[in-house]
C-alpha cells in the first residue's frame, strides 16, 4: 500500500552527516552580528550625505566599518556612494531605522558576550534617539 522509504532520513544526528559544513552558534551569532552592523553602516553612510550633517557620524562609521571587518574575519565591508534624492525629509525615518538596527545588534552583541560591538550598538542607539527627537522638532 505504501511506497517503501528510498532515502535516508534528514533527521540525523549532526556527528553522523558530514555532506554539508556546520556553523557554531558562535559562528551563526558572528554573521548575524556583522550583517546588523554593515545594515547600520549603510544607514549611517546615508545619514552622511545630509546636508545637516554631524561629525560625530564620520567616526561612528570608521568604527561600524572596523567593528565589520573584525567580526568578517578581517574582511572589510564593502561600501557604495549613496545619492539620496530627498535627503532632508528622510532624515526622520533614517534615524529611526538606524536606531532599529543598533538595537537588534546590541542584542545580538549581548548574545555572544561581544563588549566593544555592545557598546558601540548601544552608543548608536543613543545618538539617534536624540537626532530623531532634534529632527522631527
Known amino acids: 500500500m505504501y511506497e517503501p522509504i528510498r532515502t535516508k532520513s534528514v533527521h540525523t544526528v549532526a ?3 558530514v555532506d554539508f559544513p556546520h ?10 552580528l556583522a550583517g546588523h ?8 553612510d546615508e545619514l552622511r550625505q545630509l546636508p ?11 568604527e561600524l566599518a572596523a567593528q565589520v571587518a573584525r567580526l568578517r574575519g578581517g ?23 538606524a536606531h532599529a538596527l543598533a538595537g537588534r545588534a546590541l542584542v545580538v552583541a ?9 557598546i558601540l550598538a548601544a552608543r548608536r542607539m543613543e545618538y539617534h534617539a536624540g537626532a530623531q527627537r532634534l529632527v522631527s522638532a
Open 15 to 17: 556527528a553522523e552527516s
Open 23 to 32: 556553523r557554531t552558534r558562535e559562528e551563526e551569532l558572528d554573521i548575524q
Open 37 to 44: 552592523l554593515a545594515a547600520l553602516l549603510t544607514v549611517t
Open 52 to 62: 545637516s550633517r554631524d561629525e560625530e557620524l564620520d567616526a561612528a562609521a570608521e
Open 75 to 97: 574582511h572589510p565591508p564593502v561600501r557604495a556612494a549613496v545619492a539620496a534624492a530627498d535627503p532632508a525629509s528622510q532624515a526622520v525615518a533614517l534615524h529611526r531605522r
Open 110 to 118: 549581548a548574545s555572544r558576550a561581544d563588549t566593544a560591538a555592545a
